[in-house]
C-alpha cells in the first residue's frame, strides 16, 4: 500500500526469470487489479523487468475504467537506474559500479522579465518635444533676424538724419558755399559708410586662437522654414528609431531590478571548478544602472553627456573594475538569448551558493515585438573529475509588460525625491 497524490495505490511487482509472453504478463496485471479493487485503492503501480509493447501498455491501462493503472516496464525501469542519483542503488542490488558521485545541480533565479508597452508613444512624445525646441529656436532665430534688420534701419535712418541735420547747418551758416548747397550725402547712399565699415571689423576671436582658454561660442538661432524644419524633425526622428532598442535598455537598466541566481548542489559530494551556464531563451539582459545616475536626455540618446568645458569639465565617475575571480558574467548567444556563466571554486553539498552578496549585474528585458508569455530557462553545469555535461530541468520566468511612460515618469520621480 502507498500514497500517490493524496490517493491510495497498491504496488505490484512482477519480476520473473526470462521474457514472458503477454497473455502471461497480462494474467499477473489482472490479478493484481483484483486485489487492488479489493483493498478500495485508486490506483497500482505494476512494476516489471518484462517488455511490454506499446499497443499493450496502451490496452492494459484502461483495462479497468475504475482503477488508474501506472505501468512501470522494463524500459522505464532501465531508463530510472541509469539515472546518476541511481548510481549508488544499481551498485547495491545489481552489483554495477557507481563510479564518482552523481553530479546534481539545482539552478534557480529569483526576478523577472520585463518587456515595456507604449514604446512608440513614448518616442513620438521625444520627436514632439525635439520639434517644439526647434521650432522655438526658429522663432528665436526669426525674432534676431527682425531685431538686427530694425536695428540696422533705425540706425541707417539715424546717421541720414544726423548728415542731413549737418548739411542743413553747413549751407545756412556758408551760404556762399556752393559745396555746402549740394546734398552729397544721398549721391553716395549706396557706398558703405566708412564708420561703420571700421565699426564691422572685430579682432580675432583669442579663444578661437588658443581654444584651451574657453569653450565654443554658442552660435545664435537662425530661422528656419517649415519645410526645413520638417526636414530636421524627420532626421530626428529616423535617429531616433535607430538608436531606440538602446534608449529602451538605458531605462530598463535605471527602473528594474537585477537577476539573483541560486545554485544548489544536491548530491552528497564536495564539487570543484563548477561551471553553471544559465541560458534565458527569447530574452535579452541589460547592464543594471544605479538610479542616482539617472540622467533623463540619455532616455532618448544614451550616448549624451553633460556638457563640459575646460572650466568645468565633465568627469563621468568611473565604474570599480571587476576582481578576477567574480562568478558572474553574460552575453548573447549567436540567437540573440541571453546567457549567464556562473564559475565556483567550489561548491559544497550545503548551503547553496546565492548571488544576493554580488551587486546586481543584469536585468532580464524582452523586446515589446516578442510575443511570448514566459521565458524558458536552461542551464548545464560541468565540474573537475566530471566527463559529461549535467542537464537541469528547465525552468520559467513570469514576464512584466508595463508602459515605458509610467516607468520613466516614477523614475523621474524618484529621482527627485532622493535629490
Given at each position: 500500500m502507498?500514497?500517490?497524490?493524496?490517493?491510495?495505490?497498491?504496488?505490484?511487482?512482477y519480476?520473473?526469470?526470462?521474457q514472458?509472453?503477454?497473455?502471461?504478463?497480462?494474467?499477473?496485471?489482472?490479478?493484481?487489479?483484483?486485489?487492488?479493487?479489493s483493498l478500495?485503492a485508486?490506483?497500482?503501480?505494476?512494476?516489471?523487468?518484462?517488455?511490454?509493447s506499446?499497443?499493450?501498455?496502451e490496452?492494459w491501462?484502461?483495462?479497468?475504467?475504475?482503477?488508474?493503472?501506472d505501468?512501470?516496464?522494463?524500459?522505464?525501469?532501465?531508463?530510472?537506474?541509469?539515472?546518476?542519483?541511481?548510481?549508488?542503488?544499481?551498485?547495491?542490488?545489481?552489483?554495477?559500479v557507481?563510479?564518482?558521485?552523481?553530479?546534481?545541480?539545482?539552478?534557480?533565479?529569483?526576478?523577472?522579465?520585463?518587456?515595456f508597452?507604449?514604446?512608440?508613444?513614448?518616442?513620438?512624445?521625444?520627436?514632439?518635444?525635439?520639434e517644439?525646441?526647434i521650432?522655438?529656436?526658429?522663432?528665436?532665430?526669426?525674432?534676431?533676424v527682425k531685431?538686427e534688420?530694425?536695428?540696422?534701419?533705425?540706425?541707417?535712418k539715424q546717421?541720414?538724419?544726423?548728415?542731413?541735420?549737418?548739411?542743413?547747418?553747413?549751407?545756412?551758416?556758408?551760404?556762399?558755399?556752393?559745396?555746402?548747397?549740394?546734398d552729397f550725402?544721398?549721391?553716395?547712399?549706396?557706398?558703405?559708410?566708412m564708420d561703420?565699415?571700421?565699426?564691422?571689423?572685430?579682432?580675432?576671436?583669442?579663444?578661437s586662437?588658443y581654444?584651451?582658454?574657453?569653450?565654443?561660442?554658442?552660435?545664435?538661432?537662425?530661422?528656419?522654414?517649415?519645410?526645413?524644419?520638417?526636414?530636421?524633425?524627420?532626421?530626428?526622428?529616423?535617429?531616433?528609431?535607430?538608436?531606440?532598442?538602446?534608449?529602451r535598455?538605458?531605462?530598463?537598466?535605471?527602473?528594474?531590478?537585477?537577476?539573483?541566481?541560486r545554485?544548489?548542489?544536491?548530491?552528497?559530494s564536495?564539487l570543484?571548478d563548477?561551471q553553471v551556464i544559465?541560458?534565458?531563451?527569447?530574452?535579452?539582459?541589460?547592464?543594471?544602472?544605479?538610479?542616482?545616475?539617472?540622467e533623463?536626455?540619455?532616455?532618448?540618446?544614451?550616448?549624451?553627456?553633460?556638457?563640459s568645458?575646460?572650466?568645468?569639465?565633465?568627469?563621468?565617475?568611473?565604474?570599480?573594475?571587476?576582481?578576477?575571480?567574480y562568478?558572474i558574467?553574460?552575453?548573447?548567444?549567436?540567437?540573440?538569448?541571453?546567457?549567464?556563466?556562473?564559475?565556483?571554486?567550489?561548491?559544497?553539498?550545503?548551503?547553496?551558493?546565492?548571488?544576493?552578496?554580488?551587486a546586481?549585474?543584469?536585468?532580464l528585458?524582452?523586446?515589446?515585438?516578442?510575443?511570448?508569455?514566459?521565458?524558458?530557462?536552461?542551464?548545464?553545469?560541468?565540474?573537475?573529475?566530471?566527463?559529461?555535461?549535467f542537464?537541469?530541468?528547465?525552468?520559467?520566468?513570469?514576464?512584466?509588460?508595463?508602459?515605458?511612460?509610467?516607468?520613466?515618469r516614477n523614475?523621474?520621480?524618484?529621482?527627485?525625491?532622493?535629490?
Amino acid at each position: 500500500m502507498c500514497e500517490r497524490d493524496g490517493e491510495t495505490w497498491v504496488m505490484a511487482v512482477y519480476f520473473p526469470e526470462g521474457q514472458k509472453t503477454p497473455s502471461v504478463v497480462k494474467k499477473k496485471l489482472l490479478h493484481d487489479i483484483k486485489g487492488a479493487k479489493s483493498l478500495g485503492a485508486a490506483g497500482i503501480v505494476f512494476v516489471t523487468n518484462q517488455e511490454i509493447s506499446l499497443a499493450d501498455r496502451e490496452d492494459w491501462e484502461q483495462l479497468e475504467p475504475d482503477l488508474k493503472i501506472d505501468l512501470v516496464h522494463l524500459l522505464v525501469v532501465t531508463r530510472i537506474l541509469n539515472d546518476p542519483k541511481y548510481a549508488q542503488t544499481s551498485e547495491k542490488f545489481l552489483d554495477i559500479v557507481a563510479g564518482p558521485p552523481p553530479m546534481l545541480i539545482k539552478a534557480s533565479v529569483a526576478g523577472t522579465a520585463y518587456a515595456f508597452t507604449g514604446d512608440s508613444e513614448l518616442l513620438e512624445r521625444f520627436v514632439w518635444m525635439h520639434e517644439q525646441e526647434i521650432r522655438e529656436e526658429s522663432d528665436k532665430g526669426h525674432a534676431r533676424v527682425k531685431a538686427e534688420r530694425e536695428a540696422k534701419e533705425r540706425a541707417d535712418k539715424q546717421r541720414r538724419d544726423r548728415e542731413a541735420a549737418e548739411r542743413r547747418r553747413a549751407a545756412a551758416e556758408r551760404p556762399w558755399d556752393i559745396t555746402a548747397q549740394i546734398d552729397f550725402g544721398s549721391m553716395f547712399d549706396h557706398i558703405p559708410n566708412m564708420d561703420n565699415l571700421i565699426n564691422a571689423y572685430e579682432p580675432p576671436d583669442i579663444g578661437s586662437l588658443y581654444p584651451g582658454l574657453r569653450g565654443e561660442k554658442p552660435k545664435p538661432p537662425e530661422p528656419l522654414s517649415d519645410k526645413e524644419m520638417q526636414e530636421k524633425v524627420d532626421e530626428f526622428r529616423a535617429e531616433l528609431k535607430e538608436r531606440w532598442p538602446a534608449c529602451r535598455d538605458y531605462l530598463a537598466g535605471v527602473a528594474f531590478p537585477g537577476l539573483k541566481f541560486r545554485i544548489r548542489n544536491e548530491a552528497k559530494s564536495f564539487l570543484k571548478d563548477v561551471q553553471v551556464i544559465l541560458t534565458f531563451h527569447g530574452a535579452l539582459g541589460v547592464e543594471f544602472e544605479d538610479l542616482p545616475d539617472f540622467e533623463f536626455e540619455k532616455v532618448r540618446d544614451p550616448s549624451w553627456q553633460p556638457t563640459s568645458t575646460p572650466y568645468t569639465p565633465y568627469m563621468p565617475l568611473p565604474k570599480l573594475r571587476r576582481p578576477d575571480d567574480y562568478p558572474i558574467t553574460w552575453r548573447h548567444s549567436d540567437d540573440g538569448d541571453l546567457e549567464v556563466t556562473i564559475t565556483l571554486p567550489s561548491l559544497r553539498p550545503h548551503p547553496e551558493w546565492r548571488s544576493d552578496s554580488f551587486a546586481d549585474d543584469v536585468v532580464l528585458v524582452v523586446d515589446p515585438g516578442v510575443d511570448i508569455d514566459e521565458v524558458e530557462v536552461t542551464y548545464t553545469a560541468t565540474a573537475q573529475g566530471y566527463g559529461d555535461v549535467f542537464e537541469g530541468e528547465p525552468i520559467t520566468m513570469p514576464i512584466e509588460r508595463v508602459d515605458m511612460l509610467e516607468v520613466l515618469r516614477n523614475v523621474w520621480e524618484a529621482t527627485r525625491e532622493a535629490s
